[in-house]
């Protein structure tokens, strides 16, 4: 078993793991990401423990049977780019376990498995680009969401699925959950889901 340490609590820097295998580990990736190269590398039965991990881009490489725990914001999973020879690098995230991470605003471009994997309860949605309706866009939630919804959509980012903690777009998360629950594309996880809400409240958010 190896212990590993990416990035500094009060700094960013560059790090790299080339066309590497690493089983059986602990990785503690912490602060703001510099610039971080995995290329072509598998992360296996690992445990990946994110201390306020924002802005890393975690792509390139795949991730297998491995549990996350901690905070990540703002970061990314999924395909990159060799970049001597700009091809695509295919990856899996496969039969991992999110469900005791924070995920806040995290993207996943590509090569993601998720009814394989656990994801963190209510109030988190994992929102799948490719099944979002047309007029996602009309739905009555919080005009930051919608933005972020607009990034991720299929018109721009294809294979593209985002986990958001939801509250940091409202403090009604019931209205949100009224307005989504029932929504393709979104989708709920753990047993903290709110009751199914009955027409009236539904109405209402829809109004609100």
């Not at 995230?93 to 469900?99: A, G, H, L, M, V």
């Not at 963190?120 to 009309?138: C, G, K, Q």
């Amino acid at each position: 078993e190896q212990f590993m340490e990416i990035g500094h609590k009060y700094q960013s820097f560059a790090s790299s793991i080339l066309y590497s295998e690493i089983k059986d580990s602990t990785i503690v990736i912490s602060g703001k990401g510099g610039y971080l190269s995995l290329t072509d590398s598998t992360f296996e039965n690992c445990t990946i423990n994110g201390q306020k991990a924002y802005q890393y881009f975690l792509t390139s490489a795949s991730w297998l049977n491995c549990k996350f725990e901690g905070r990540f914001f703002d970061c990314v999973f999924g395909f990159g780019f060799d970049s001597t020879t700009l091809k695509k690098i295919p990856i899996k995230i496969e039969n991992c376990d999110f469900s005791n991470a924070n995920l806040d605003i995290v993207a996943f471009r590509g090569g993601l498995y998720y009814s394989t994997c656990k994801w963190p309860s209510f109030p988190h949605v994992l929102v799948i680009a490719d099944e979002l309706p047309d007029n996602f866009n009309e739905l009555p939630l919080p005009p930051e969401l919608i933005g972020f919804l607009r990034v991720c959509h299929r018109e721009n980012s294809h294979d593209t699925a985002v986990a958001y903690d939801l509250t940091r777009f409202d403090k009604d998360l019931e209205r949100i959950y009224s307005v989504t629950f029932n929504v393709p594309g979104f989708h709920f996880f753990g047993d903290s889901t709110p009751l199914i809400p009955n027409g009236k409240y539904i109405e209402s958010s829809q109004a609100y």
